[in-house]
């Protein structure tokens, strides 16, 4: 493991153990707010963020941090993703959070030009640490590790329909889903990624496409040896594509093609 995956995972384990998981199963009602759509935000994402951001400006000293709860107070620090900046989720899977629930994770990356350079997932329950660096691979606890299918025919997928309109979950319903084994959808990117590498789905469906939830897993899964891309054009995931939607990612190349080929003829 390198010395800033050391760091990383020093960083993630300490403020789980002291901000995130004393809260678990032990919020009151006032520490849960709504962002709106249903989208919550609890008293421990703050302080998380909060937490992350110190300790990352430790690290590199200067370095803008663009945090998922601070964007949503000022959207204006997402100007910052066009350059060299941290990218922090303090909580992925806040929904689950809230409700006493796995899972849930700490999503951390490095990113330049609107490209992720390096990318860290954290499960805040089982410890499993996750990181990649461009052009290095992607490792589980210090190991490298290659993708992996389910080997089950027809594919496994999640489809996350939640952030579509009504015309594109019903076409996707009618479509998509058929031709796949659906599985549940976890509400937690710091789950799904690798769920993607691990063998246990093949591939997944984003409609939201934030910095924050797919840019750690998208670098992630691709230095496996999967794909992560835009089923329209098929170009690579970028950080600085905020407001952009649709994003296909799969445990290889092949189930991507297939996955895209689709969803292109019914949007033709």
Known sequence: MSIIDREILAICRDVTDRIILPRFRNLADHHVDDKGGGDPVT?????????????LDKLAPGLPCVGEEAAHHDDSVLEYLKGPCWIVDPIDGTRNFASGQPPFGILIAQA??????????????????????????????????????????PPVAAISLIFMDEAKRASMIEHICPNYRL??????????????????????????????DHAAGCLWLEEAGGKAARPDD???????????????AAATPSLWEAM?????????
Request: with cysteine.
């Open 43 to 55: 008293i421990a994402d703050r302080e998380s963020e909060e937490a992350l951001q110190e300790a």
């Open 112 to 153: 330049d030009g609107g490209v992720a350079q390096s990318g860290w997932i954290y499960d805040c329950l089982s410890g499993r640490f996750c990181a990649a660096h461009r052009g290095k691979g992607a490792f589980v606890g210090g190991d490298k590790i290659t993708a992996r299918t389910t080997g089950e025919e």
């Open 183 to 212: 599985t549940d959808i976890p509400y937690c990117a710091a789950e799904q990624y690798p769920r993607l590498a691990l063998g246990e789905n093949d591939v997944s469906i984003f409609e939201r496409t934030l910095a924050w």
């Open 234 to 248: 098929g170009s690579p995931y970028r950080v600085d594509e905020w407001d952009r939607k649709g994003l296909v």
């Open 260 to 268: 895209a080929a689709r969803i292109n003829s019914i949007e033709a």
